[in-house]
């Protein structure tokens, strides 16, 4: 090859990487054994024993909330769980959507099996999963060990502006609770929103007090 045809081919090669998506589709994440604490920022959007966070919707089919002992071969409570929490079944599928971008996620994962999926999907056509196995190997479904009942975080490029959750599984079941996410957008924090009704209520004082006639 010639040193031009060379050169020309050297810059088809760098254009091609510039005209690749900014996002490389890696998402971090980390566990801590059993129900641990949300991380830092994170607030509880849908714990299925209460109404979900304002804003958020969730969705699905072939899965139901389950509570309390084990259902043999339909649903296994994650570990040292006592409240309500969802089982999907083989074929099943829920959906999270959130109002805005997600900028964290976690959730605790109960007895994982291989054939459990997450699936993040971004505004802008990204899309990621993970299968029990992907994340800890071997997921046997073991329904006590820390090693399959874990609080998985997940953190995520705002460039890939992710606002959607897929819970699916091809075998029974895919057991989870308390989902917790950082979405300034969608959830304003409890110091914001003590500080905006705070505001309010001056701007309120402030506005009766400039209506009110002067005094002769």
């Known amino acids: 090859?010639?040193?031009?045809?060379?050169?020309?081919?050297?810059?088809?090669?760098?254009?091609?990487?510039?005209?690749?998506?900014?996002?490389?589709?890696?998402?971090?994440?980390?566990?801590?054994?059993?129900d641990a604490a949300i991380a830092p920022g994170e607030i509880m959007v849908q714990t299925f024993d209460a109404p979900i966070a304002a804003g958020?919707?969730?969705?699905?089919s072939?899965?139901?909330?389950?509570?309390?002992p084990l259902v043999s071969g339909i649903a296994a409570p994650p570990q040292n769980d006592t409240t309500k929490y969802l089982s999907v079944l083989t074929g099943g599928l829920a959906?999270?959507?959130?109002?805005?971008?997600?900028?964290?996620?976690?959730?605790?994962?109960?007895s994982m099996d291989e054939y459990n999926k997450i699936t993040f999907k971004g505004a802008n056509g990204f899309s990621q999963s993970f299968d029990g196995d992907d994340l800890n190997s071997p997921a046997n479904g073991n329904q006590q060990a820390a090693s399959t009942n874990r609080r998985y975080y997940f953190t995520f490029d705002p460039n890939d502006k992710v606002n959607q959750v897929l819970f699916s599984s091809s075998g029974n079941s895919?057991?989870?609770d308390n989902i917790a996410i950082n979405d300034?957008?969608?959830?304003?924090?409890?110091?914001?929103?003590?500080?905006?009704?705070?505001?309010?209520?001056?701007?309120?004082?402030l506005r009766r007090r400039r209506l009110q006639p002067a005094k002769a």
């Open 95 to 110: 959906t999270l959507t959130a109002p805005g971008t997600i900028n964290t996620l976690s959730f605790y994962w109960g």
């Open 1 to 34: 090859m010639s040193k031009i045809l060379s050169k020309f081919a050297t810059a088809a090669v760098l254009i091609m990487a510039c005209a690749a998506p900014a996002n490389a589709g890696v998402i971090g994440y980390s566990w801590s054994p059993f």
């Open 184 to 205: 300034p957008v969608g959830v304003p924090e409890p110091l914001t929103l003590s500080l905006f009704a705070t505001g309010l209520a001056g701007a309120t004082l």
């Open 174 to 176: 895919f057991e989870f």
């Open 62 to 68: 072939n899965a139901g909330i389950y509570q309390g």
């Open 56 to 60: 958020y919707t969730m969705s699905w």
